[in-house]
């Protein structure tokens, strides 16, 4: 046996079963064979090895997910010849990965799931009659979801979308348990009490009057958004406002295209649903020269992130509109990053996996190569969008073209939090959500952008927690995360200030109170201050907490002097 010098650690075993011996070619001497054991992982005896340094015992690995399993699991999941290929010929499931994910996670794990999938027919189920083609079909295997008619009236006042891939996430064996049933099917209770008993029993003429009048009082918007509309003086003197845009920090600006007013499922706590539903003050560019003549005169932005409704939904050909000018025009140098902000690695992702996607991706080889950074804005919440073999492919495809890939996710009560028996929130269960999901996206090389509380729209109640439960699941995921694994900043909320991080509790001599600081603001000087607010127990929404001393925060006055002026500027805009 050769001692070879790229074996450094031995190990002796001393189990009963005999080693099975075989030679690999060492990566340091091609030439000089290695003689290696080759033993059962299964069947080792830890306790019985030792190190003598003399003979390696190499174990094969964790190897839980076998290429076998790898067939059957693309046969399950219906691929198509052409996604075989991509992933055989890009090497996209390595079964290595495959085992140390499904070992590391089994409660979260889809990967081994042996069912047939219920939901083949079509890639989309859309509106009233998707979500009742969605019950039809769970129906004929047995499952019966119940308050049909409740669920119907949030469908009508907030629309249905939902793919294949995400209802064939679900776990139907135990689906009220479901972070993903809960994300895109609608719940008894989201809709409040009064409202869902005048609506059942009542007449199709009636129904449609509650539908509308409900759809009225909604609050999508918290008011202030029209004020981060921008505008610029162009060549001629004109001013000229971007009607699908907001640019409310200096670095970054928002651009709403007209090819991103869709997404590929509707979220229920949807915080941009009068985006997608298609109320009158919908963001909508239409005008892809327009945000580079802004840009031009906005040295500020190094960002464009391009969002909806879903930035995925943009094809390749407009996308290459928007960013061939920032690789060729000296005056657009400025530009470093483009954001995608898009949910289709949770529900489209096998789209990725296509033939088609190959113009995507070429767009993708094109800034890599250029210095331009492409942020691919993934959403996930639960360990469980991540653990399938479809997400998992499409994630290593993107990466091979030089995507980076981040996760910044809302906090949502029966999404991402988990509650008690007695409404309270679980902040062991909710934390250890997060905690398995940080260390999953680390594994696939994924950065953990942040985590948010959402602005509170849409049924706001279903979904919020308490800023202090809250503050308690963040300082345990903290807590318990290496620092690479961690989110890149404090949990945050967005205002029409900025968006508030909570950094944790502190004590004022006796007064308990939340530590804030802002981690973007409408004035980026206020980023440098940490300020107190009285320690509040139940409430959900930063804004409500009232300074710890005095009577307003530090930057309330200037931020009323800002949003005077914005108006201003809308106002003049509106009658010109
Ligand atoms: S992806 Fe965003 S815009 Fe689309 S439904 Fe979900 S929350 Fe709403």
């Keep these: 046996m050769s001692s070879g010098n790229a074996i450094k650690s031995e190990w ?29 992982p299964k069947a080792l005896e830890t306790a019985a090895c030792q190190p003598n340094g003399t003979v390696h015992a190499r174990q094969q690995g964790i190897n839980d997910v076998t290429a076998l399993d790898i067939e059957q699991m693309q046969g399950i999941y219906g691929y198509s010849d052409e996604a075989r290929q991509i992933i055989k010929n890009e090497n996209l499931l390595p079964a290595g990965l495959l085992s140390r994910l499904h070992a590391s996670y089994p409660q979260h794990s889809g990967l081994m799931a042996k069912e047939t999938h219920m939901f083949a027919e079509k890639d989309q189920y859309t509106g009233l009659s998707g979500f009742r083609k969605v019950v039809e079909i769970l129906q004929a295997n047995n499952i019966d979801i119940g308050d049909i008619e409740e669920r119907e009236l949030f469908v009508e006042v907030y629309r249905f979308l939902a793919t294949k891939h995400s209802l064939n ?71 000229e406002f971007l009607d699908g845009s907001q640019h409310k ?22 915080f941009r649903h009068a985006q997608v539903r298609g109320d009158e003050d919908m963001f909508i560019q239409k005008e ?59 529900f489209q992702p096998e789209m990725i996996l296509s033939a088609k996607y190959d113009k995507m991706l070429a767009v993708f080889d094109k800034l890599h190569e250029n210095g331009i950074q492409l942020a691919w804005m993934a959403h996930f919440s639960t360990p469980r969008e991540l ?36 409404g309270s929130i679980d902040i062991d269960r909710s934390a250890q959500n997060w905690i398995d999901l940080a260390n999953i996206i680390g594994t696939m090389h994924i950065s953990f952008h942040s985590m948010y509380c ?38 945050s909320m967005t205002t029409s ?30 980023l440098d201050k940490v300020f107190l607010a009285k320690y509040d127990e139940t409430t ?32 003049n805009r509106l009658k010109a």
């Design 249 to 270: 920090y200096p670095q970054c600006q928002l651009i709403f295209d007209k090819t991103t007013q869709n997404c590929f499922s509707f979220c229920t706590y949807c």
């Design 540 to 571: 959900n929404d930063v804004k409500l907490l009232k300074p710890l001393a005095g009577d307003t925060f530090f930057f309330e006055e200037e931020l009323a002097q800002i949003e005077h002026d914005l108006a201003a500027a809308l106002n």
């Design 288 to 346: 892809i020269a327009q945000i580079h003549r802004y840009l031009k005169v906005h040295q500020e932005v190094t960002d464009l992130l391009i969002t909806g409704g879903d930035g995925g939904y943009m094809p390749a050909s407009r996308l290459e509109q928007y960013v061939t000018p920032l690789m060729e025009d000296r005056e657009l140098l400025h530009i470093k990053t483009v954001r995608l902000a898009t949910r289709s690695l949770t």
């Design 387 to 422: 653990l399938n073999p479809t997400t998992i492919a499409a994630i290593r495809r993107l990466q091979r073209h030089g995507v980076v890939i981040r996760s910044q996710s809302p906090m949502m009560n029966h999404i991402s939090l988990f509650e008690n028996k007695d």
């Design 12 to 40: 002796l075993c001393k189990s009963n079963h005999t080693n099975k011996r075989r030679q690999i070619m060492s990566d340091t001497n091609a030439e000089q064979p290695i003689d290696v054991a080759v033993v059962d």
């Design 454 to 491: 959402a602005r509170p729209t849409g049924e706001h109640h279903y979904f919020t927690a308490p800023l202090s439960a809250v503050s308690k699941i963040f300082d345990k995921i903290y807590r318990a995360l290496p620092s690479i694994n961690r989110p890149s900043r404090h949990i």
């Design 169 to 239: 996430s679900i776990d139907w064996t135990n689906f009220y348990e479901d972070s993903v049933f809960q994300l895109v099917m609608p719940q008894p209770d989201m809709i409040n009490k009064q409202t869902v008993a005048e609506y059942m029993g009542a007449s199709l003429a009636e129904k449609k009057k509650i539908v509308s009048d409900y759809q009225e009082k909604t609050s999508p918007h918290d008011g202030n958004q029209q004020l981060n509309k921008p505008w610029f003086e162009n060549e001629q003197g004109e001013i």
């Design 497 to 526: 200030a900025g968006k508030i991080s909570i950094m944790g509790e502190c004590d004022v001599r006796g007064e308990r109170a939340f530590a804030l600081m802002f981690t973007e603001g409408r004035n980026m000087a206020w």
